[in-house]
């Protein structure tokens, strides 16, 4: 009975060990590579008009202080795509900000794919022929105003997009921390729609 009881607590204590490092008990890993998102920058645009937000990144990412690029779809062992999310608001009075809502069936996709409402949850898939992460995807302006966009509905980032491997199973995720100058210091990129 003492041998089972100091065995338990050797095995205990191994666990709560591990628990330590969350990211490492959920096989989570963290890059940073710049400017993997891009907003379609345009200052004016007329109501009917989409505005595009695009991401075209091959799967072999440098990485600071490594001289050979990282293979993301194998260190994700083929993860499918990676998610990223962001959010329009317009300005209803001065310095006063509402989010902008659209539809799945609303948004232009041409690459990748989205679900869409209150925030748009934006996928850059695989695409095997050229062996990148391609997104591109127009939301609709139906109103006149001005606009503004952040990334990372979940994030406390104010000039990086986040991306997150679609990794299936027990395999490594990667999340990609992705800085941006598009972005002014508070998160934001600022655009206008006129008639």
């Known amino acids: ?20 490092d969350e990211d490492g008990f959920y096989n989570e890993k963290y890059i940073d590579v710049p400017n993997l998102v891009q907003v379609e ?17 091959s799967r072999y990412l440098d990485e600071p202080g490594f001289s050979t690029p990282l293979d993301i ?12 999310s962001y959010t329009f608001e317009r300005e209803v009075s001065p310095g006063v900000w509402q989010p902008v809502s659209t ?4 948004m232009h996709v041409v690459n990748g794919s ?17 062996e990148s992460y391609e997104y591109y995807a127009g939301f609709p302006l ?25 990794t299936q199973g027990n395999n490594l995720f990667l ?11 508070s998160g934001f990129y600022h655009f206008t729609v006129t008639n």
Do not use: P, W
């Open 1 to 20: 009975m003492k041998k089972f009881t100091h065995l338990a607590i050797a095995l205990s204590a191994l666990f709560l060990a591990s628990c330590d």
């Open 41 to 57: 920058a345009q200052d004016v645009y007329q109501v009917g008009d989409n505005m595009y937000i695009f991401a075209d990144f």
């Open 73 to 84: 779809f194998k260190t994700t062992s083929g993860a499918q795509g990676f998610v990223f």
């Open 103 to 106: 539809t799945t069936q609303e």
């Open 114 to 130: 989205v679900q869409a409402g209150s925030f748009v949850l934006a996928t850059a898939v695989y695409d095997a022929t050229d």
């Open 142 to 166: 139906d109103a006149v105003g001005n606009y503004r966009i952040s990334f990372g509905v979940n994030s406390d980032s104010t000039n990086e997009i986040e991306l997150r491997s679609k």
């Open 175 to 185: 999340n990609i921390i992705s800085g941006t100058s598009q972005l002014d210091n």
